[in-house]
C-alpha cells in the first residue's frame, strides 16, 4: 500500500533529502505547500516549524490536514474505523501507538509522531482543511456503495495486521486522496486569504502540483532542501 510503503525508513529518508517547498499565484493569492511526513526525526519537525513560523509571519493562513472525527458514540465510531480499514488495510491509529502492529519497524526511540511534537501547526487557531472520518465514509459509500463487514472485521483487533480482504488500490486512493484533494482544494478555492500555506503529507502534495495549476494557479519556483543530521 502506498501509505505504508512510504512509512518505512528508507522511504523517510529519500523524503528527507528532496524536501521542497512549493509556491503558487494567482489573482493576487499567494499559495504556498510545505510537504510533511507523519513520522520522522525530531529535526524534521524542528525545520517545518521553522519554515511554518517564519511563513506565518509572512501574513500566510495555515491550513492543515488531519482525519478527525466528531462522533461521539463509540460503537458507531468503531464501525467506522473498521469501515476504513477494510479499505486502506491499516487503522486511523497513531503511527507509534504500541498497539499499532502495522508500523512495529519505525516504532523505535529516533523517530517521533507528528501528532506529538509542536511541528508549527496550531490546531486551535489553524484552518482544519481535511474531510471527517464520518463524511469520508458517507462520500464512499455513495461513490462504491455499503462497506458490508465482515466477522473477521470485526474480530480482528483495529491494531493488528490486516488480512481479512484484498485491498483494491484504487478505491484506497479514492478514499485516501481523491476525496480529501478535492475537499482541500475547494476549501483553499474560496477561501477569501490572500496568503495561503498547505502543510500536508507528502504523497497528497505531489499529486495536488498539478491538480493547483489545473485551477489556474501559476507555479512560481521550487527550493528544495536538504534535511541535515539524518
Not at 482525519?67 to 497513531?94: C, E, P, Y
Not at 466477522?151 to 483487533?157: A, L
Request: hydrophobic share 35%; glycine share 6%.
Amino acid at each position: 500500500m502506498k501509505a505504508q510503503g512510504m512509512l518505512t525508513k528508507f522511504g523517510i529518508n529519500q523524503a528527507n533529502k528532496s524536501f521542497v517547498l512549493g509556491y503558487y499565484e494567482k489573482e493576487g493569492r499567494e499559495l504556498a505547500t510545505i510537504p510533511m511526513l507523519h513520522v520522522n526525526k525530531p529535526e524534521f519537525y524542528e525545520m517545518t516549524k521553522r519554515k511554518i513560523d517564519s511563513l506565518r509571519n509572512d501574513g500566510f493562513v495555515v491550513f492543515y490536514e488531519g482525519i478527525n472525527s466528531d462522533v461521539t458514540d463509540s460503537l458507531q465510531l468503531d464501525v467506522l474505523m473498521r469501515k476504513f480499514r477494510q479499505v486502506t488495510g491499516f487503522a486511523l491509529m497513531d503511527y507509534m501507538d504500541d498497539e499499532n502492529e502495522a508500523f512495529k519497524s519505525l516504532q523505535q526511540k529516533k523517530f517521533v509522531s507528528q501528532t506529538d511534537v509542536d511541528y508549527g501547526v496550531n490546531v486551535d487557531t489553524d484552518h482544519h482543511a481535511d474531510l471527517y472520518l464520518e463524511q469520508m465514509i458517507e462520500i464512499y459509500e455513495e461513490h462504491y456503495g455499503e462497506i458490508v463487514l465482515t466477522d473477521c472485521d470485526y474480530k480482528t483487533g483495529l491494531g493488528k495486521k490486516y488480512k481479512c480482504a484484498k485491498i483494491d488500490e484504487n478505491k484506497e486512493y479514492y478514499l485516501l486522496n481523491g476525496l480529501r484533494d478535492a475537499h482541500v482544494l475547494d476549501e483553499i478555492e474560496k477561501s477569501t486569504a490572500k496568503k495561503i500555506v498547505l502543510v500536508y503529507g507528502r504523497i497528497h502534495i505531489m499529486d495536488l502540483h498539478s491538480k493547483i495549476q489545473k485551477k489556474g494557479w501559476e507555479h512560481q519556483r521550487e527550493k528544495s532542501e536538504h534535511v541535515r543530521n539524518f
